[in-house]
């Protein structure tokens, strides 16, 4: 009995809780539920990305000819006589001497974190086979092989691949575990 005395006496109070959390729960619903951001979609573009298939972008990373099948000697070498011949031929030495030297020896890129069986296959496809090579690397070679790695971008940077790099390649074992954990 005290219970319905009490509920007909706030009936104002009760109808404007129900009406308040009606409210709050369209609000949430409603508003907040339409203002919610898409997800940024993250789209990588290389050179080589245009209309291209997958198969026939590796295919053409892999066929592309290396710099130094691109040199060719100025036109003449062999046909002209004297000192312009002793120039031409130097000019086409130093071209040849200027192209990156093949790598000596291929090393396990596996053994870099972060680099595992896909993108150790990439990155050779690419040319990249040595620590050597890593180690060497600028801001703008990484940038420049980031465009190349798909979505495996910015793992270079992220892992820390050129100071591991220079660890394997110097062959300091001990210093590469101390920041880098086991080999």
């Known amino acids: 009995m005290q219970m319905l005395e009490m509920f007909e006496a706030n009936q104002i109070l009760l109808a404007g809780i129900v009406l308040l959390v009606a409210f709050v729960v369209w609000w949430v619903w409603w508003v907040r539920g339409r203002t919610k951001p898409a997800p940024k979609k993250r789209e990588y573009t290389d050179v080589l990305s245009e209309g291209a298939e997958k198969a026939a972008r590796n295919s053409a990373l892999i ?3 290396s710099a130094a099948a691109l040199v060719t000697p100025p036109p003449g070498v062999g046909t002209m006589a004297g000192i312009g011949e002793v120039v ?7 071209v040849l001497e ?3 030297a093949p790598a000596a020896a291929a090393d396990d890129l596996g053994r870099i974190k972060g680099v595992g069986p896909k993108l150790k296959a990439l990155l050779t496809s690419l040319g990249v086979t040595s620590y050597a090579q890593i180690a060497a690397w600028t801001d703008e070679d990484i940038a420049r092989i980031d465009a190349q790695l798909g979505t495996f971008a910015g ?4 892992d820390n691949w050129v100071e591991q790099a220079k660890l394997l390649a110097n062959g300091d074992t001990a210093a590469y575990e101390a920041r880098f954990g086991k080999v």
Do not use: G
Request: glycine share 0%.
């Open 63 to 65: 066929d592309a000819p």
């Open 88 to 94: 031409a031929a130097a000019a086409a030495e130093e």
């Open 155 to 158: 793992r270079a940077k992220r």
């Open 98 to 100: 200027a192209a990156p």
